[in-house]
C-alpha cells in the first residue's frame, strides 16, 4: 500500500462502528481518527474509487464530514498553535489585493496565535465572500516535506506518517 493517501473522512455516532468498517474494508483501509470521532477511509482511482467505497458504508453508523468555513478557521489555529504554517486556496482565483490581505491575517494569527486574531481573520474571509463569493475550498500544510491538503468535502490528501497530526488538527473542540 501506498505512503499517500486519499482519505474521505467520515463522523462515527459509536467506537465500535470502527470494527466494522475495518471488517468492510480491511485494516489498511480504515484510518481511525479518535479525537475528531472520526474515521478516515481510503480510496484511489484505480482499484478502490470513492463511489465504491460509499456503497458500502453504513451510513446508519457514521456521517460525511464536510468542513465548514468555521470548521477550517479552527483548523488554521491549530494548525498555527502548533506551528504549521498553513496554505489556504479558496473556490475561486482572488484579486492581488484579498490575497495580500488575507496573508496578512494569517502572518498575523502566526505572529500572535491569539483567538482575538483569529476573529479578525474571520472578518477577513467574511468580507472576501461577502464581495467576491469566494470562500475557503482548502487548508494544506506541509509535515515531513509532504503536502497534507484538507479539502471542504471531507477529502483528505495524507501520508500515513500524518495521520496522528491529521487527527489533532480535525480536532474542532481545540479551541
Known amino acids: ?10 463522523s462515527i455516532y459509536k467506537n465500535s462502528t470502527i470494527k466494522k468498517l475495518t471488517k468492510i474494508f480491511g485494516e489498511d483501509y480504515v484510518f481511525p481518527l479518535p479525537k475528531s470521532k472520526a474515521v478516515g ?5 484505480d482499484d478502490r474509487e ?21 470548521h477550517f478557521l ?12 498553513p496554505s489556504i486556496d479558496t473556490n475561486i482565483e482572488l484579486s492581488y489585493e484579498d490575497k495580500q490581505i488575507l496573508e496578512r491575517g494569517i502572518y498575523n494569527l502566526y505572529k500572535t496565535k491569539d483567538p ?16 467576491q463569493g469566494a470562500y475557503l475550498a482548502s487548508v ?8 497534507v ?13 500524518t495521520i496522528n497530526l491529521t487527527d489533532e488538527i480535525l480536532n474542532y473542540r481545540a479551541l
Not at 463511489?51 to 458504508?57: A, Q, S
Request: zero cysteines; aromatic letters at 10%; glycine letters at 2%.
Open 1 to 10: 500500500m501506498s505512503s499517500n493517501l486519499n482519505l474521505k473522512i467520515m
Open 41 to 45: 477511509l481510503s480510496y484511489n482511482y
Open 50 to 70: 470513492l463511489r465504491t467505497v460509499f456503497e458500502k458504508i453504513p451510513f446508519n453508523e457514521t456521517q460525511q464530514l464536510y468542513i465548514t468555513p468555521s
Open 74 to 85: 479552527r483548523i488554521i489555529f491549530n494548525l498555527i498553535t502548533l506551528g504549521i504554517k
Open 116 to 131: 482575538e486574531t483569529l476573529l479578525e481573520l474571520q472578518q477577513i474571509l467574511e468580507e472576501i465572500e461577502e464581495e
Open 140 to 147: 494544506s500544510f506541509f509535515n515531513n516535506n509532504e503536502r
Open 149 to 161: 491538503s484538507l479539502k471542504a468535502n471531507g477529502i483528505i490528501f495524507t501520508d500515513q506518517s
